[in-house]
């Protein structure tokens, strides 16, 4: 199948900093990207559709100031949580899709701020 | 009512047991459907992928969609302690756009 990087895959912060999630199809071209929160025990919850060289798209509720996403490439698209707040401490998710049927996973990045 | 249906368990089952799992959806839209595996603190990993109904089977692994009653099962034979983990359905089609729907995953517990 294809692979998807997601890096880092754990990252504490302190209150008020910035942190960037790099999210990377190794072995295809990635048209759309999809970026998700996941809190224990739940399911994904879709934060925001990005399509390279354009801007993404978010889900009603997802502020677009806090959660800045850019897809510059067709392999790579980043999410930067601005000034991160502990509420912010979640797991965030990338996907990439090449097609509009199957979506590839990376690894996720549990964010702890304190 | 939710598009997807999922029952979020938890689900105990010994091992050697035949697993199934089950979603329900509504919109008869949706033509491709998966079934994804995930373990605690990592992401999703496709398991599954079917195209409209029928069966398809992967080793241990067997997916069936039913379009006719919109229910998609996932059945993992010979079950593992190694299989324990959140199983998450998902499926997609021309809604007006391809927007994948999840379920909200079952936990499955397989003891040794």
């Known amino acids: 199948g294809a692979v998807v990087s997601q890096h880092p895959s754990r990252v504490i912060c302190k209150s008020g900093t910035s942190v960037k999630i790099e999210c990377r199809s190794l072995?295809?071209?990635?048209?759309?990207m999809f970026w998700y929160r996941q809190f224990p025990k739940q399911s994904l919850m879709l934060m925001a559709t990005?399509?390279?060289?354009?801007?993404?798209?978010?889900e009603q509720g997802v502020e677009k100031d806090k959660f800045l996403i850019n897809h510059a490439s067709l392999t790579l698209s980043t999410l930067t949580v601005t000034s991160a707040h502990p509420e912010d401490s979640s797991f965030y998710i990338c996907?990439?899709?090449?097609?509009?049927?199957?979506?590839?996973f990376g690894s996720g990045t549990q964010l702890s701020v304190l | 009512q939710k598009e997807v249906e999922q029952d979020p368990g938890p689900l105990s089952v010994p091992e050697g047991a035949i697993v199934s799992l089950n979603c329900t959806y509504s919109?008869?839209?949706?033509?491709?459907f998966m079934w994804y595996r995930q373990y605690s603190r990592k992401g999703p990993e496709l398991l599954m992928y079917t195209y409209s109904s029928g069966n398809k089977e992967d080793g241990r692994f067997t997916a069936q969609v039913d379009k006719s009653s919109k229910y998609i099962s996932l059945f993992i034979r010979d079950s593992q302690p190694s299989d324990s983990a959140t199983y998450l359905c998902?499926?997609?089609?021309?809604?007006?756009?391809?927007?994948?729907?999840f379920g909200a995953g079952t936990r499955l517990f397989v003891k040794a």
């Open positions: 990005s399509n390279e060289g354009s801007k993404a798209t978010y």
């Open positions: 996907s990439a899709s090449s097609t509009n049927e199957k979506l590839f």
């Open positions: 919109n008869s839209a949706f033509q491709y």
């Open positions: 072995d295809f071209q990635a048209t759309t």
């Open positions: 998902a499926m997609t089609g021309n809604t007006g756009g391809f927007k994948t729907i």
